[in-house]
């Protein structure tokens, strides 16, 4: 069974729209695709709760001007799930899934991601 998906177009910064591959050809899947990668590391790390999980208030300091608009295909329940994350912890629901995509960027440059990848495939 599909999941369920919803279209959302939100506005991301520069920065974090190419960390989800934006700027690449076709990049309108692989921004999906790596948005909900970004939310699913993001809110999976919540029970850990470290210095860099909670959503930082110097993003709401940067300029206006270089939003790009970006077209995105989430799964109804990560998306929600998101929205609540966001209600938690006082900020917009783009606002929220711009940190997340910059702690995924974070979390992949740090070599994280391959020690997750490696822990849920000894737990299959």
């Known amino acids: 069974?599909?999941?369920?998906?919803?279209?959302?177009?939100?506005?991301?910064?520069?920065?974090?729209?190419?960390?989800?591959?934006?700027?690449?050809?076709?990049?309108?899947?692989?921004?999906?695709?790596?948005?909900?990668?970004a939310i699913r590391c993001y809110l999976k790390d919540r029970e850990s709760a470290g210095a860099g999980w909670p959503y930082p208030r110097f993003l709401d300091e940067r300029p206006a001007g270089e939003d790009v608009e970006l077209k995105l295909d989430i799964e109804e329940i990560l998306w929600r799930s998101l929205e609540e994350e966001a209600e938690r912890q006082h900020v917009s629901v783009p606002q929220m899934l711009e940190h997340a995509v910059l702690y995924f960027a974070a979390e992949v440059d740090a070599g994280r991601a391959a020690e997750r990848i490696l822990d849920d495939l000894s737990e299959a």
């Not at 369920?4 to 999906?32: F, M, P, W």
């Open 1 to 37: 069974m599909r999941a369920l998906k919803r279209a959302v177009t939100v506005s991301l910064g520069r920065l974090a729209s190419q960390a989800i591959g934006q700027e690449e050809k076709n990049g309108s899947g692989r921004a999906s695709s790596g948005a909900s990668q």
